[in-house]
Every structure is written in structure tokens, then in C-alpha cells.
């Protein structure tokens, strides 16, 4: 048996990928809990002193932090078990710099868009729209980013898939769109259905309550 520990908030993105891939290998794990308004739980500032923040692994006591580093630790840990990249090394460097995109500017551009107003909202919805037709471009003609199996990239792109749709609602912009991008429309269809996926899924209700408690800190912030 594993001593598997994982902590983090089943509201965070990157808690998600955590749990999806630790479900797609197989492997039993803990998982504790944290408040998703704090970072000032004494075992997570003790486990990822740095940056206070979910999600955070502990394999036989020693724990990593960061969850494309965390995503990358487990497939090397176990290998053999539903492996989450593709054998050929172009196809493994290619995963990670869409996942570094997604990350970085996707990422960044989606914030815009949800926390801005005005020109800069604008902006933000632009570079949105321009990084789902981009995605859009990797997944025709495939069932899933990693081919015909889920993968590394699905797991890394997956919010977009759920969460997606809140920010857009609660930061009342509209980029996502099903007759512009089909391909990437089927692959949400294809990601949702899967039952490691809709096991671990907060409700619609929770994931808003977040997004407006963002919205709510940064207008607070901002008058302040």
C-alpha cells in the first residue's frame, strides 16, 4: 500500500488535476481537506512553506507542491499504470508547452477577462477567444488531447471543461463558443462523461459561490 496523502480544496482547478490523475492510475490516497478562504493551516504552511497554497502531495512523508510538478512526479512514480503521456518524446515536449500555455497566457488572459472592466476586459476576452481557437487546432480529429485515451494535456486543459463556463458567467463575458469551435465543444462533451471526471466535480452552485467571492475581494480591494 501507497502512504498517499493529498492536500487541497475540491473547488480548486489544480487540486482537481491532482485527484483525476491520482484516479486514473489507481492509486488510493488521503485526501485532506483545506479551507479554500485560508492558506494559514499550520500543515500547509509546514508542507509548502513557499506558497502557502493547495494542492501539495505527500509520498512517504516528503511533499511537493505545484501541480504540473506534482502531475509529473506521479507519472514517473507509476509509470506503468495508465500512463498520462504519449510514448513519442515530440508528442511528451509538445503536452507540456500547451500545458505551460494554458498556465501562463490562456490562464492570464481568462483572469483578465473575469476580474477587469472596460479596454482591458476587452483585451482579455480577445486573447481568450484567440487561445480556445488555438486549443481548438490541437484537438481536431481526436477524441481526447492525449488521442483516444485521457492524458496529461486533458488533465491540465480540464477546468476549461467545467469551470469555464462560471468564470464567463460571473465575469459576465462570453468567449466559449460551440459553432466556432466543434472540436473543442466534443472534447468538453467526451471530458465531462467520464466517471473519474464526474466523481470528483463540486456543484454549480459551490464553483460560483467561489468565482463571486473572488469578484466580491477584488472590488473590495480596489475601493480600498
Known sequence: ??????????????TQRIM??????????????????????????KLNPV???VPVIVHDGKSLAESLVILEYIEET???????????PFERASGRFWARFVDGKFYEAAKRAFFSSGETKAEGVESVVEGLHLLEGQIIGKKFFGGE??????????????WFQ???EIGEFKAMDSTKYPCLHAWINNFIQLPIIQQSLPTPDV?????????????????N
Open 1 to 14: 500500500m501507497e502512504d498517499v496523502k493529498l492536500l487541497g480544496t475540491k473547488e480548486s482547478i489544480f
Open 20 to 45: 483525476w490523475a491520482l484516479k486514473l492510475k489507481g492509486i488510493c490516497y488521503e485526501f485532506i481537506e483545506q479551507d479554500f478562504s485560508s492558506r494559514s493551516s499550520p500543515l500547509l504552511v
Open 78 to 88: 507509476w509509470p506503468l499504470i495508465n500512463p498520462l503521456f504519449p510514448v513519442d
Open 149 to 162: 485515451k485521457l492524458g496529461y494535456l486533458d488533465i491540465i486543459i480540464g477546468w476549461i471543461a467545467y
Open 207 to 223: 464553483v460560483k459561490a467561489v468565482f463571486r467571492g473572488f469578484k466580491d475581494a477584488a472590488a473590495l480591494a480596489g475601493a
Open 51 to 53: 506558497y502557502n497554497k
Open 166 to 168: 462560471y468564470i464567463e
